[in-house]
């Protein structure tokens, strides 16, 4: 009966002596652990806990010391890596890489720094703008051929079919076109930059007839009409709505004379325009018709016991992360020490946050909530929801009859969500950061008296941060606490109400726990942006000129032509026409508004620009202008540019017209041409106006009468 016995207590002494040599290996292996910590020797600590933790996997201190020694180990590789690549050894660089990604294999954003370094991207061919618009008629000019040019107190006709000459080009001008004399020297530039500058020159505009002949004619509204081609395109929008392409166009080209219109189902743009205008809305249109970013945004949320945070937090501010591994001295060469003491733990989450989930995964008293990845487009909510719709009763009382006092009880249901609710929205920036806009909540059903009436509780979030591509961010502080009691005691002895006390004992127990929100962004798809994308767009014909060697001489000014329009003498040395054609007559003084033409919005003020253009000094001049079309208003007038000391101004405003009445002393020296009228103008409704000047009577100090013509400009308010 004895031998019984003696086993027992045999196996007892196994079982105790097995313990004990387990809890030997765990204090000898975490004491061994700490010295290589000293020493710096981070790799053959990891060696060392990874097998005591194989031993004892439920081991809290071994877990938490190899995740340091998993941390330090990364760091330092990782430290070492972009040191051996800032001295270029590029073998040693990616050993260093390589051991760092064999630590943490699911960091992006070091796989990606490693992609980068070992395979550098390749820069992507841009291909160049072609618009689509082409003109009605193109001259048969080579556009690359360049030519040098150098006259001066020439004629500008005969400049023109100077170059014309050189390019077989003939020009031909509008009846009235104003000629006058011009010097100019150009180098080494093409017909169609020599083109563009003389127009600028000259106040003119130009239309190709045929390939090989040109009409030039005064850049004036009644002109622009009569010669300009209006075209009419359909651009195909493929990601930009038609509505908000048709408002910036509007917007950007409130100057140009468009006509717009749009078609929401097919999402086109219908514009009628000149050819200028239409290029320069094609190339706009492919600026801003772009396909959105999108990012996947990678999201956890993970419910811990408060206790493992406290206890990490804790243990932070020992000397672990006082260790010395490596760095680089005056002379540029790795050193044997480096300084991991300022890690602390409000920068261990920011280091390697997505190390920091992994861990607190592994504790089996967390629980994970949610982990979706979901995917967005840039600047547009992304929602998530996961849980369940719980009834709630909402009792109401009804009168049982009209005009009755007695009412009965109407019980009916609304559902409530009850689970985890996150709305992001993600704006995806050029240089691979993401801001998110974050909402997350959390509706639990905290208690209730009873089963019908639930009492709710609620944890919700809401911020706004910004990261960078792979970046984990990490989120915490919701906290929440629970309360459970318990009863010990004799059974129904220790429930009798008052006496109960004396045959048990009550215990409250609180768990608080944390809510931990984790967000990490991948850009799958960036707006393409070329450099094309960052020139200007210059519009019209006051594009500024590209070549080399174009310097228009304005020394000589713009010279009036002799008298009686008589040709003018050639230079000695000149290459103008040996027959160069009879100067036209200037044509009549005219009063010009500016802008000609205006596209602009509905109840703003806008400011019109009046000048008189007359070669002769004036003694007095009236004129009237009258605004049709709809409902506005001509709030002001001002004459500011005017002497008024040596001109009387006399002016009426009348609603949508005014008039006004100029007097220059015999001793003004007053010039129309530097002074002008400016018309402060209110448009209340939509619609096409047009601004008429006219009825202008001006006299010289003769009392001849001077005509000088009156001037229009159609108004789009829109």
Same mark, same amino acid.
């Not at 992360?321 to 790795?334: P, R």
């Not at 009445?661 to 129309?672: C, E, K």
């Given at each position: 009966?004895?031998?019984?016995?003696?086993?027992?207590?045999?196996?007892?002494?196994?079982?105790?002596?097995?313990?004990?040599?387990?809890?030997?290996?765990?204090?000898?292996?975490?004491?061994?652990?700490?010295?290589?910590?000293?020493?710096?020797?981070?790799?053959?600590?990891?060696?060392?806990?990874?097998?005591?933790?194989?031993?004892?996997?439920?081991?809290?201190?071994?877990?938490?010391?190899?995740?340091?020694?998993?941390?330090?180990?990364?760091?330092?590789?990782?430290?070492?890596?972009?040191?051996?690549?800032?001295?270029?050894?590029?073998?040693?660089?990616?050993?260093?890489?390589?051991?760092?990604?064999?630590?943490?294999?699911?960091?992006?954003?070091?796989?990606?720094?490693?992609?980068?370094?070992?395979?550098?991207?390749?820069?992507?061919?841009?291909?160049?703008?072609?618009?689509?618009?082409?003109?009605?008629?193109?001259?048969?000019?080579?556009?690359?051929?360049?030519?040098?040019?150098?006259?001066?107190?020439?004629?500008?006709?005969?400049?023109?079919?100077?170059?014309?000459?050189?390019?077989?080009?003939?020009?031909?001008?509008?009846?009235?076109?104003? @000629?006058?004399?011009?010097?100019?020297?150009?180098?080494?530039?093409?017909?169609?930059?020599?083109?563009?500058?003389?127009?600028?020159?000259?106040?003119?505009?130009?239309?190709?007839?045929?390939?090989?002949?040109?009409?030039?004619?005064?850049?004036?509204?009644?002109?622009?009409?009569?010669?300009?081609?209006?075209?009419?395109?359909?651009?195909?929008?493929?990601?930009?709505?038609?509505?908000?392409?048709?408002?910036?166009?509007?917007?950007?080209?409130?100057?140009?004379?468009?006509?717009?219109?749009?078609?929401?189902?097919?999402?086109?743009?219908?514009?009628?325009?000149?050819?200028?205008?239409?290029?320069?809305?094609?190339?706009?249109?492919?600026?801003?018709?772009?396909?959105?970013?999108?990012?996947?945004?990678?999201?956890?949320?993970?419910?811990?016991?408060?206790?493992?945070?406290?206890?990490?937090?804790?243990?932070?501010?020992?000397?672990?992360?006082?260790?010395?591994?490596?760095?680089?001295?005056?002379?540029?060469?790795?050193?044997?020490?480096?300084?991991?003491?300022?890690?602390?733990?409000?920068?261990?989450?920011?280091?390697?946050?997505?190390?920091?989930?992994?861990?607190?995964?592994? @504790?089996?008293?967390?629980?994970?909530?949610?982990?979706?990845?979901?995917?967005?487009?840039?600047?547009?909510?992304?929602?998530?929801?996961?849980?369940?719709?719980?009834?709630?009763?909402?009792?109401?009382?009804?009168?049982?009859?009209?005009?009755?006092?007695?009412?009965?009880?109407?019980?009916?249901?609304?559902?409530?969500?009850?689970?985890?609710?996150?709305?992001?929205?993600?704006?995806?920036?050029?240089?691979?950061?993401?801001?998110?806009?974050?909402?997350?909540?959390?509706?639990?059903?905290?208690?209730?008296?009873?089963?019908?009436?639930?009492?709710?509780?609620?944890?919700?979030?809401?911020?706004?941060?910004?990261?960078?591509?792979?970046?984990?961010?990490?989120?915490?502080?919701?906290?929440?606490?629970?309360?459970?009691?318990?009863?010990?005691?004799?059974?129904?002895?220790?429930?009798?109400?008052?006496?109960?006390?004396?045959?048990?004992?009550?215990?409250?127990?609180?768990?608080?726990?944390?809510?931990?929100?984790?967000?990490?962004?991948?850009?799958?798809?960036?707006?393409?942006?070329?450099?094309?994308?960052?020139?200007?767009?210059?519009?019209?014909?006051?594009?500024?000129?590209?070549?080399?060697?174009?310097?228009?001489?304005?020394?000589?000014?713009?010279?009036?032509?002799?008298?009686?329009?008589?040709?003018?003498?050639?230079?000695?040395?000149?290459?103008?026409?040996?027959?160069?054609?009879?100067?036209?007559?200037?044509?009549?003084?005219?009063?010009?508004?500016?802008?000609?033409?205006?596209?602009?919005?509905?109840?703003?003020?806008?400011?019109?620009?009046?000048?008189?253009?007359?070669?002769?000094?004036?003694?007095?001049?009236?004129?009237?202008?009258?605004?049709?079309?709809?409902?506005?208003?001509?709030?002001?007038?001002?004459?500011?540019?005017?002497?008024?000391?040596?001109?009387?101004?006399?002016?009426?405003?009348?609603?949508?017209?005014?008039?006004?009445?100029?007097?220059?002393?015999?001793?003004?020296?007053?010039?129309?041409?530097?002074?002008?009228?400016?018309?402060?103008?209110?448009?209340?409704?939509?619609?096409?106006?047009?601004?008429?000047?006219?009825?202008?009577?001006?006299?010289?100090?003769?009392?001849?009468?001077?005509?000088?013509?009156?001037?229009?400009?159609?108004?789009?308010?829109?």
């Amino acid at each position: 009966m004895a031998k019984p016995k003696n086993r027992g207590n045999l196996f007892f002494l196994l079982a105790a002596l097995l313990v004990l040599q387990g809890c030997l290996t765990t204090i000898s292996s975490v004491r061994q652990a700490r010295e290589l910590f000293k020493a710096g020797d981070y790799d053959q600590a990891r060696e060392v806990l990874s097998r005591a933790a194989a031993e004892n996997p439920k081991n809290a201190e071994i877990k938490t010391l190899l995740f340091r020694a998993q941390l330090n180990s990364y760091q330092t590789h990782l430290f070492l890596a972009r040191a051996k690549r800032k001295t270029g050894d590029r073998q040693a660089a990616v050993l260093e890489y390589r051991k760092a990604l064999a630590i943490f294999p699911g960091n992006n954003q070091l796989q990606e720094e490693f992609a980068d370094y070992v395979t550098p991207p390749k820069a992507a061919k841009e291909e160049k703008f072609k618009p689509t618009v082409l003109p009605p008629v193109q001259l048969n000019v080579k556009k690359d051929e360049k030519v040098s040019l150098s006259l001066r107190n020439t004629p500008i006709t005969n400049i023109f079919k100077s170059l014309g000459k050189s390019y077989n080009v003939n020009f031909i001008f509008d009846k009235d076109f104003r @000629d006058f004399l011009h010097s100019i020297e150009i180098e080494n530039t093409t017909f169609f930059e020599i083109l563009k500058v003389l127009c600028m020159i000259s106040g003119s505009k130009y239309r190709v007839l045929d390939p090989a002949t040109v009409i030039v004619f005064p850049d004036i509204f009644a002109k622009k009409k009569a010669f300009d081609l209006r075209g009419i395109k359909a651009f195909y929008l493929s990601n930009i709505k038609a509505e908000d392409a048709r408002k910036m166009i509007q917007t950007v080209f409130r100057d140009e004379q468009l006509l717009i219109q749009e078609d929401p189902n097919l999402n086109i743009l219908v514009i009628r325009a000149d050819y200028n205008s239409l290029v320069d809305v094609e190339r706009f249109l492919a600026k801003i018709d772009k396909e959105k970013s999108e990012v996947e945004l990678n999201i956890e949320i993970l419910e811990i016991n408060r206790s493992l945070i406290n206890k990490l937090g804790a243990d932070f501010g020992t000397g672990v992360f006082g260790v010395a591994a490596g760095g680089l001295d005056s002379d540029g060469k790795i050193s044997s020490t480096i300084n991991f003491t300022d890690l602390g733990s409000a920068n261990f989450f920011l280091t390697i946050p997505t190390v920091a989930m992994n861990f607190l995964e592994g @504790d089996s008293n967390n629980k994970i909530l949610a982990k979706p990845n979901l995917r967005g487009i840039d600047g547009e909510e992304i929602t998530f929801m996961v849980g369940d719709e719980v009834p709630v009763p909402e009792t109401q009382f009804q009168a049982i009859a009209a005009g009755g006092i007695n009412s009965s009880p109407v019980t009916t249901y609304r559902y409530r969500n009850v689970g985890v609710e996150i709305k992001i929205t993600p704006f995806i920036h050029q240089n691979n950061e993401v801001t998110l806009k974050t909402k997350l909540t959390i509706n639990f059903i905290s208690s209730g008296a009873s089963s019908s009436f639930p009492t709710f509780g609620k944890r919700e979030i809401e911020n706004k941060i910004r990261l960078k591509e792979g970046e984990t961010n990490i989120i915490g502080g919701l906290l929440r606490d629970d309360v459970r009691g318990s009863l010990n005691g004799i059974p129904a002895l220790a429930r009798i109400p008052l006496l109960g006390k004396l045959f048990g004992n009550s215990e409250k127990n609180i768990s608080q726990t944390d809510l931990i929100f984790s967000i990490t962004p991948k850009i799958i798809r960036r707006t393409p942006i070329s450099s094309q994308d960052n020139e200007v767009i210059w519009g019209g014909d006051e594009q500024p000129s590209s070549a080399g060697g174009m310097q228009p001489s304005s020394t000589e000014g713009m010279q009036p032509l002799p008298a009686d329009g008589a040709i003018v003498p050639e230079e000695e040395g000149t290459d103008a026409e040996e027959t160069a054609p009879e100067i036209q007559q200037p044509a009549k003084d005219m009063v010009s508004i500016s802008p000609t033409q205006a596209s602009i919005p509905v109840n703003t003020e806008t400011f019109f620009s009046l000048r008189i253009h007359s070669e002769t000094q004036l003694a007095s001049l009236s004129l009237n202008g009258v605004l049709s079309g709809g409902n506005c208003e001509i709030v002001e007038v001002k004459t500011d540019s005017l002497n008024e000391k040596e001109v009387k101004v006399l002016k009426n405003i009348s609603g949508n017209s005014f008039d006004m009445g100029l007097s220059f002393g015999t001793d003004s020296v007053q010039t129309l041409a530097a002074a002008f009228i400016q018309l402060k103008i209110k448009f209340m409704s939509k619609g096409k106006y047009i601004l008429n000047i006219g009825n202008v009577n001006a006299y010289d100090s003769k009392r001849s009468k001077v005509e000088i013509a009156g001037a229009s400009c159609p108004i789009d308010v829109y």
